[in-house]
């Protein structure tokens, strides 16, 4: 666990929910709560000409904010942790619906957090992120990043997708089906999960190879050290590169897709008392009679 704490709790950048303008109630009311407390609110431009009230440029906010609030549910949060993430700003996460994995603090609980977040009674989690890049057979690269996943996947359900996998320049693998997840731990409960990969505790530094709907049974999800280097490619059709669900590239013969652990990692805050477990047994309704 970290031992990290905020330098300074003067300044908090928000996003909201996108397309959700009715958001904007819970946001006054949140933010009220935080100015109450002397903590200065800024809105990222999008979010603020959601609801038709002032907001400044994201670059901005996370410049000038000592940490960053996703006021939504699991997928805004995610959207800010990557957008952000060259920033290096702790982000946390106030859900607007049900406990979410990530977006933990409810909105009935924003008060008590100020309060512990003063006196110094919270976390800082360090999650792992990929950082990668396509690799086009002219050499010109597309690189991003992603906390969740990387599934490189068909482009049509008509067709199988034939994957070729190396770790550290060694080939290990083809998969034969409708694609492949490389996930995080943070990830190992979205995707991976619905296809029925293993759950890895957060903090855990690894890759989680899954395939989606193999052609073999002897295809199996596999766990790697997050320090190997992991390519892909598709030898005689196109495939699509999914990154958290939420950027699509399309691939060509001859390009490589090319994941490796981040250098640093994302970093997310939370209340002291959280427990992965219980979120867990909450969400997955584990231990339920029924």
């Known amino acids: 666990m970290s031992n990290q704490k905020l330098a300074q709790i003067k300044t908090a950048g928000f996003i909201l929910k996108p397309n959700d303008p009715e958001i904007k109630t819970l946001y006054e009311r949140i933010k ?8 200065t609110v800024l809105l990222a431009e999008r979010s603020a000409s959601m609801i038709e009230t002032e907001g400044i440029p ?9 940490f960053l609030v996703s006021l939504g549910g699991d997928g805004t949060l995610l959207s800010l942790v990557r957008r952000s ?46 950082e990668g890049c396509i690799r086009t057979k002219e050499g010109d690269e597309k690189q991003f990043f992603a906390f969740n996943d990387v599934v ?32 995080t731990p943070t990830g190992s409960t979205a995707y991976n999960l619905a296809v029925g990969g293993p ?47 939420q950027d699509n590239y399309k691939m060509h013969e001859g390009d490589i897709l090319i994941v490796k652990g981040a250098l640093e990692g994302a970093k997310l805050l939370h209340r002291k008392e959280r427990n992965y477990f219980s979120v867990l047994r909450e969400k997955l309704k584990w231990g339920d009679e029924s």
């Open 199 to 245: 759950m890895v505790f957060p903090l855990t530094q690894a890759f989680i190879l899954t395939p989606i709907s193999a052609h073999s049974l002897t295809q199996r999800p596999l766990v790697l050290p997050a320090d190997f280097t992991i390519e892909l490619n598709s030898p005689d059709e196109k495939v699509i590169a999914v990154i958290d669900g």
């Open 152 to 183: 490189i996947t068909r482009p049509a359900i008509s067709k199988m997708a034939k994957i070729n996998a190396s770790i550290d320049g060694e080939q290990f693998n083809t998969y034969r089906g409708d694609g492949l997840i490389i996930s």
């Open 58 to 66: 994201f670059e901005s906010m996370c410049e000038q904010s000592d």
């Open 85 to 130: 993430y060259g920033y290096h700003k702790p982000v946390m996460g106030i859900n607007a619906g049900n406990l979410g994995f990530l977006a933990d603090i409810t909105i009935d609980d924003v008060d008590n957090f100020l309060e512990q977040l003063f006196a110094g009674v919270y976390r800082i989690d360090d999650r792992m992120m990929i």
């Open 32 to 39: 009220a709560e935080f100015e109450a407390r002397g903590i």
